[in-house]
């Protein structure tokens, strides 16, 4: 059994997932899209959770990430809701004509 | 066939990722979320992490997309239109996300040699399994995080309702 796979390679794969989730948020222009892409995040740094719980060989890695999936299903709900909220004030889901707040 | 998974749906994953990134349409974007989620819920396994697994499964690709594409079929959204603002961003995002990763590979790779090697469901499951430690952690030391969990998604529940209704 010489075909191990190294747990930086879990790492890097977790890296370029958080870069494309980071690449997207600032590329995309709809709401919901850039939403999506926070999601891509938590699950990248996620897969960091798992490897490195593997590694040490501890459970509370994954108890981490029970808690993350927890927070993220609750702001996932949250968000969506303010996103239909601003879709009804405003009629776009562009985030360029969002900008009440912008001096 | 621990390479062999990894290989197969770390590429799926990576593939989906940049077809979310290259996708004009929210609707595929979504989709192809669910692609990277449910080869992670496999990536999971592979580490030994049943629970997550199934939990990915049926919370991420199950509950959060379920609810995103019911959103974006509420809404209507159509393909997004390129403004002036995005430019900037393009400048801005290719060179910075490229820069994220080569600073997370280089520290992960450099430190490779100390991070040893993963072994087909790892350690964790030798003596009990995977989902009776997970509980008995949950239950017993983490009793009152997981309880206040209870409060954070019926608080989550409550806003969503009163942020999503109709004003009058």
């Not at chain 1, 190294?6 to 590329?27: D, N, R």
């Not at chain 2, 989709?31 to 697994?53: K, N, Q, T």
């Not at chain 2, 995103?68 to 002036?84: R, S």
Request: aromatic share 10%.
């Amino acid at each position: 059994m010489a075909t191990v796979v190294p747990i930086s390679w879990y790492l890097v794969l977790a890296a370029v997932l958080f870069s494309v989730g980071v690449a997207s948020f600032l590329l995309k222009r709809n709401i919901i899209t850039i939403f999506m892409s926070i999601e891509l995040m938590l699950n990248a740094v996620n897969l960091t959770f798992v490897a490195f719980s593997h590694l040490w060989n501890h459970i509370s890695g994954q108890v981490f990430v029970f808690f993350v999936m927890v927070v993220a299903a609750a702001e996932a709900a949250v968000g969506l809701a303010i996103i239909i909220a601003i879709f009804r004030t405003r009629q776009t889901l562009n985030v360029d004509q969002v900008n009440l707040l912008k001096l | 066939m621990q390479l062999a998974l990894f290989l197969i749906f770390g590429a799926l994953a990576v593939a989906g990722a940049i077809n979310f990134l290259l996708q004009k349409h929210p609707i595929n974007s979504a989709l192809s979320l669910v692609v990277v989620m449910i080869s992670l819920a496999i990536l999971y396994w592979s580490l030994g992490a049943e629970f997550l697994a199934a939990a990915q499964v049926i919370v991420y690709s199950g509950a959060v997309m379920v609810l995103f594409v019911f959103v974006i079929m509420l809404l209507n959204a159509g393909k997004e239109e390129h403004t002036h603002g995005s430019r900037a961003a393009y400048l801005v995002g290719f060179p910075g996300a490229a820069a994220i990763f080569c600073l997370l590979s280089f520290v992960f790779l450099s430190e490779g040699k100390a991070l040893g090697a993963v072994t087909l469901g790892g350690h964790l499951n030798d003596v009990v399994s995977n989902i009776s430690q997970i509980s008995s952690l949950l239950f017993r030391d983490l009793l009152l995080p997981f309880e206040v969990t209870s409060i954070l998604i019926l608080v989550a529940i409550l806003g969503a309702v009163v942020l999503a209704r109709k004003e009058r």
